[in-house]
C-alpha cells in the first residue's frame, strides 16, 4: 500500500478564498482523522470519521471549516471563506480496528498558507 | 477523558548520550500508547507502540520504552544518541475500544556533537 496520500502539498491561497484538502487513506482502514499542526497550538485533532461517518467533529475551529468522507476511499476538508490563521500544516491520518493495526498512520500533510 | 503529558518541550543531549524523553498519560480504560517521530516537512512516522503483552517494548533506531501502569508513564529511551535523531517525538495515547488517538504537545530532541 502507497500510504495515506494527501493532496495537495502545498497550497499558497488569498484570504477569503475556498481551500480544498484531500486524503485518501490506506486501504482497508476504517478510521480517517483530520489534524492541524501549529507552532503555537501543537498537532490538535479536528475530525474523525469511521466508516464514512463523523464522529466527533468538537476540534473543527468554526463553521468555516467541513469535511466529508463520501466513501472509504476519500475525504475532503474545506475551508470556506480562509482567513490567514488558518495558515498551519494539515495532516490525514488513518487507522484498523485490529490489535495489529491500533496506530495512525499519517500522510505527509498539506501546508496550508493564506495571504 | 484520556490526556497525555509530555515533560519538557525541549531536550538537549550530547552524541552517545542517554535519550530519556518522558511521558504520562491518562485514561479511565487499559491504553493503547504509542511514541511518533516527526522530521522537518515531513508527517509523523510510528516508533513504537504498546497495545498488550510485555510491557517493555522495542521500536525502530534503537528505541524503547517501558509501560508503568502504576506511574501511568510510557517513556522513550534510547541508550546511545545519534546525530540523526535530533526531531519532534510524540507520545499518543488512544483507549481500547476507541477509535481516537491523542497527542501530547511534542518533545523537540536536540543532539549535540
Known amino acids: 500500500d502507497a500510504g495515506v496520500i494527501q493532496s495537495p502539498r502545498h497550497e499558497v491561497t488569498e484570504m477569503g478564498q475556498e481551500v480544498t484538502l484531500r486524503c485518501k487513506p490506506i486501504?482497508?482502514?476504517?478510521?480517517l482523522f483530520w489534524y492541524r499542526q501549529t507552532m503555537m497550538r501543537g498537532l490538535e485533532l479536528l475530525i474523525y470519521?469511521?466508516?464514512?461517518?463523523?464522529?466527533?467533529d468538537s476540534g473543527m475551529p468554526e463553521d468555516r471549516f467541513s469535511a466529508k468522507m463520501p466513501n472509504a476511499s476519500f475525504s475532503t476538508l474545506k475551508i470556506q471563506p480562509s482567513e490567514p490563521r488558518d495558515s498551519a500544516v494539515y495532516f490525514c491520518a488513518s487507522s484498523g480496528d485490529s490489535l495489529l493495526d491500533t496506530e495512525a498512520f499519517f500522510g505527509q500533510g498539506t501546508r496550508l498558507t493564506v495571504v | 477523558a484520556q490526556s497525555v503529558t509530555q515533560l519538557g518541550s525541549h531536550v538537549s543531549v550530547s552524541e552517545g548520550a542517554l535519550v530519556l524523553l518522558r511521558c504520562n498519560y491518562s485514561s479511565s480504560v487499559p491504553p493503547y500508547l504509542f511514541w511518533y517521530v516527526q522530521y522537518p516537512n515531513q508527517g509523523l512516522q510510528l516508533l513504537l507502540k504498546y497495545t498488550t503483552g510485555a510491557t517493555l517494548v522495542k521500536g525502530i533506531n534503537g528505541f524503547e520504552a517501558e509501560f508503568k501502569k502504576s506511574e501511568t508513564s510510557f517513556h522513550l529511551t534510547k541508550p546511545s544518541a545519534h546525530m540523526s535523531d535530533a526531531a519532534e517525538y510524540f507520545c499518543a495515547v488512544r483507549h481500547t475500544g476507541g477509535f481516537k488517538t491523542i497527542f501530547g504537545a511534542g518533545t523537540r530532541l536536540f543532539v549535540k556533537a
Open positions: 470519521f469511521n466508516n464514512n461517518v463523523p464522529i466527533d
Open positions: 486501504s482497508g482502514h476504517n478510521s
